[in-house]
């Protein structure tokens, strides 16, 4: 495959999955601030720009936040790069430089999406039918996926675009898992109301809600919570599962290249599968994670040096 065939698939497969994250923590952040008391409202509303690390560009092109600024920001402003409108244009154009490597169904899924998302444009995005567009933008999320996973042969086109759902999803739950962890111990002993619904929050932005009561039960404990999010492999989010997913992949790849791609995978993936949560309490959940996305963007560097010229 050509290096610039694996980047298109690659970086089309992160930014699809970016725009589900991205409509999950938005919609949980509007909620999270109707919840809390004024002062708090826009500590919950900035959630979604730290994740994404553009609070700076965010305050460039508008003069404060609120929910419609940034309903506006994080879905249709075509001047921000990770706004839902521009990662799905992007994706679109990975797409058309790799039609070829496609099905006609898993081309239809973004195409479509797409043209759908040119027309939401002009009409806009208000506060009252937000919650429609994040759902319609998970659905699209999810109807890709499903049209890759189905339709597409199991050749070296499938693997980089799975790899590149993984890798970004390992990136999306360690951001989101340390920001709405600090948040919640925040307030743990003064609000413990309040910090239920941050883990309550931090879970359904991660869609590990249900798995948790299935598992842990209703009480949210810190610990449960990291432990579930990091280690346990069952939950298609977990850090665990996700590095899993990416260590096998990069196995199946064809070729000689990216023995040190799969040597980092392999790394970080033995880790996980025989960590546990005394050791990431003894180290400390936040320094677990600095050092957790420090070496999943040393891996994803190294996939694109080894595999796409880069």
Known sequence: MLSRAASSLFWMARYLERTESQARLLDL?????????PEDRQQQLSVPLLVSGSVELFYTLYPEINPQNLIDFLLLDDRHPASVFSMFRTARDNALHVRGNLSADVWESINTAWLDLKELKKKGVSESSASRVFDWTRERSHVFRGAVYGTLLRTDAFHFLR??????????????????????????????????????????SLA?????QNIYGHNIEAMNVAELLILDANIPRS????MEEVSSLLGQIDGSHGRRSKRMASSLYANLRYGDSEYIAERGLREYLVDFLARIE?????????????
Do not use: N
């Open 29 to 37: 952040s509007l909620t999270m601030a109707l919840i809390d008391v």
């Open 163 to 204: 790899l590149g759902t993984f890798i970004e999803r390992a990136d999306t739950t360690a951001r989101v898992l340390g920001i709405r962890h600090d948040m919640a111990m925040q307030t743990q002993e003064e609000h413990p109301t309040q910090a239920f619904f941050e883990w309550t929050a931090l879970l359904h």
């Open 208 to 212: 590990a809600f249900e798995a948790y």
């Open 239 to 242: 850090l665990h599962a996700c």
């Open 298 to 310: 040393g891996i994803s560097q190294q996939i694109q040096k080894d595999y796409m010229g880069w």
